[in-house]
């Protein structure tokens, strides 16, 4: 569900019509909703009453200050992979004690900012990280507190790309080594190990892979109380899918029920639980608008060539992903409907949104909408073929702000230096 709707024929994000932001800021950009993002917030946590649990946003998902700022308002943490997320979520004002530090390779500079920032956990995903923890945290005389990612060995059902939780990914503990490294972290100088962490996988559409994961964990937990360790965190990982909306798509499961499966595998512990929902919460709550530059008719179909590219959204490039398109105005009920291809102007083949869609009749300078592009969309662009990184734009009722302004290819060869020897 979400606040992207048409109204008196044009599609609008809450209140504002997105031709009236295209007329503002120029094609492509992105918008975010911030009701849909409070909602989605709000749905999960709701989900978690009762629980001792707590909701650390996937910055990765959607970085931007404005967005972080309006889930930091909302009582949101922040699950972070890097230094730079992490002094993002402290500047969007959340709490070190609801941050948590994960991902497989944090450098130095990462760990002794993570310590000193205070933040609730880091979670440990190898033995020589540990180490270095330790060491880092004896030299700065403070108290790591960490949680072994483990890799529970279950197979998420979802991309190959985005699955984490399989033996021979590179996420997380292997599973028989956890009672070792366990002990050996409560023996570690300058480490307080408060329990565990996993995350399976992203865009995850069925939840028995949680329910065997989650249960796998809870008898680890067991074994590790058996022999005198103290368990009192468990980080469930994010992942809860979406729905992009390709029609014979099954259904994304509800929050509801996903805690439903958390409450019986892990409620009985009685451990603090966290969770990192990135998608679930920013998905829904950005589209990506951008122009028909050409519309190029071929004998059986029509290239739709739009002013945005891969270097915007790569995720139909990188997944395969599907994303729903639409048009900007109300297509007349009943209209008639071609086959098209909706692609990029970018230099590869990849650069494809869309292909062979029933799509209404299109022309240049009409506005398409990518729907769900709210979560690892602006995040992942880059300024392939130089092309300047586009604005986001975030509503609220009847009120927009420019939350990233349009970057200028002035900007980008700004960076650039040329050597003694070509500047003679
Ligand atoms: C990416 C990631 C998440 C968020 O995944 P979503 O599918 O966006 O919910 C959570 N935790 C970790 C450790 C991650 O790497």
Same mark, same amino acid.
């Given at each position: 569900?979400?606040?992207?709707?048409?109204? /008196?024929g044009?599609?609008?994000?809450e209140?504002v019509?997105l031709k009236?932001?295209?007329?503002?800021?120029?094609?492509?950009f992105?918008?975010?909703?911030?009701?849909?993002?409070?909602?989605?917030?709000?749905?999960?946590?709701?989900?978690?009453?009762?629980? /001792?649990a707590?909701?650390?946003?996937?910055?990765k998902?959607?970085? /931007?200050?404005?967005?972080?700022?309006?889930?930091?308002?909302l009582?949101?943490?922040?699950d972070?992979?890097?230094?730079?997320?992490?002094?993002?979520?402290?500047k969007?004002?959340?709490?070190?004690?609801?941050?948590?530090?994960?991902?497989?390779g944090?450098q130095d500079?990462?760990?002794?900012?993570?310590? /000193?920032s205070?933040?609730?956990?880091i979670?440990?995903?190898?033995?020589?990280e540990?180490d270095?923890?330790?060491?880092i945290?004896?030299r700065?005389g403070?108290?790591a507190?960490?949680?072994?990612?483990?890799?529970?060995?279950?197979?998420a059902?979802?991309?190959?790309?985005?699955?984490?939780?399989?033996?021979?990914n590179k996420?997380?503990?292997?599973?028989?080594?956890?009672?070792?490294?366990?002990?050996?972290?409560?023996?570690?100088?300058?480490?307080?190990?408060?329990?565990?962490a996993?995350?399976?996988?992203?865009q995850l559409?069925?939840?028995?892979?949680?329910?065997?994961a989650?249960?796998r964990?809870?008898?680890?937990?067991?074994?590790?109380?058996?022999?005198?360790l103290?368990?009192?965190?468990?980080?469930?990982g994010?992942?809860?899918?979406?729905?992009?909306?390709?029609?014979?798509?099954?259904?994304n499961?509800h929050?509801?029920a996903?805690?439903?499966?958390v409450?019986?595998?892990?409620?009985?512990?009685?451990t603090?639980?966290?969770?990192?929902?990135?998608r679930?919460i920013?998905?829904n709550?950005?589209?990506l608008?951008?122009?028909?530059?050409y519309?190029?008719?071929?004998t059986?179909?029509?290239?739709l060539?739009?002013?945005?590219g891969?270097?915007?959204?790569?995720?139909?490039?990188?997944?395969?992903?599907?994303?729903?398109?639409i048009?900007?105005?109300?297509?007349?009920?009943?209209?008639?409907?071609?086959?098209v291809?909706?692609?990029?102007?970018?230099?590869?083949?990849?650069?494809?949104?869309?292909?062979d869609?029933?799509?209404?009749?299109?022309?240049?300078?009409?506005?398409?909408?990518?729907?769900?592009?709210?979560?690892?969309?602006?995040v992942q662009?880059?300024?392939?073929?130089t092309?300047?990184?586009?604005?986001?734009?975030?509503?609220?009722?009847?009120?927009?702000?420019v939350?990233?302004?349009?970057?200028?290819?002035?900007?980008?060869?700004?960076?650039d230096?040329?050597?003694d020897?070509?500047?003679?």
């Open positions: 569900m979400d606040f992207f709707n048409y109204k /008196n044009h599609l609008h994000g209140g019509a009236d932001i295209a007329d503002e800021v120029g094609t492509p992105y918008v975010y909703s911030t009701a849909t993002l409070t909602r989605h917030f709000e749905v999960f946590s709701d989900a978690l009453r009762g629980m /001792n707590m909701v650390c946003f996937a910055v998902a959607n970085s /931007n200050q404005a967005v972080l700022t309006t889930l930091a308002a009582g949101a943490g922040a972070v992979v890097s230094g730079g997320e992490l002094t993002r979520a402290l969007a004002n959340i709490k070190p004690h609801r941050i948590v530090f994960s991902g497989v944090k500079d990462e760990i002794e900012f993570a310590l /000193n205070g933040i609730k956990q979670n440990v995903e190898s033995e020589p540990l270095r923890i330790s060491a945290s004896v700065l403070k108290t507190t960490v949680a072994l990612r483990v890799n529970p060995d279950v197979d059902g979802t991309h190959e790309k985005i699955t984490t939780g399989r033996k021979g996420f997380g503990i292997d599973w028989e080594r956890v009672p070792e490294v366990y002990q050996k972290a409560t023996d570690l100088p300058g480490i307080h190990i408060a329990g565990l996993m995350h399976i996988g992203s559409m069925d939840l028995e892979p949680y329910r065997q989650y249960s964990v809870a008898e680890l937990v067991e074994t590790l109380r058996s022999r005198g103290t368990v009192e965190v468990l980080d469930a994010g992942g809860l899918g979406v729905p992009y909306g390709e029609a014979d798509e099954v259904e499961p929050p509801e996903y805690t439903e499966v409450r019986n595998t892990l409620g009985h512990l009685g603090e639980l966290i969770f990192e929902p990135g679930m920013a998905g709550s950005g589209v608008v951008t122009r028909v530059i519309a190029k008719k071929s059986d179909k029509t290239f060539i739009v002013d945005a891969m270097n915007d959204l790569i995720r139909p490039t990188l997944y395969g992903a599907f994303h729903n398109i048009t900007e105005t109300q297509p007349p009920p009943g209209a008639d409907l071609i086959n291809d909706i692609v990029g102007p970018i230099c590869e083949t990849g650069d494809t949104f869309a292909k869609r029933k799509f209404p009749e299109t022309k240049a300078n009409d506005l398409l909408v990518v729907r769900t592009a709210g979560a690892y969309g602006a662009s880059s300024t392939y073929n092309r300047a990184l586009i604005p986001e734009v975030m509503v609220n009722g009847d009120r927009h702000c939350v990233r302004k349009r970057m200028s290819v002035e900007d980008i060869i700004a960076l230096r040329l050597p020897w070509l500047s003679e």
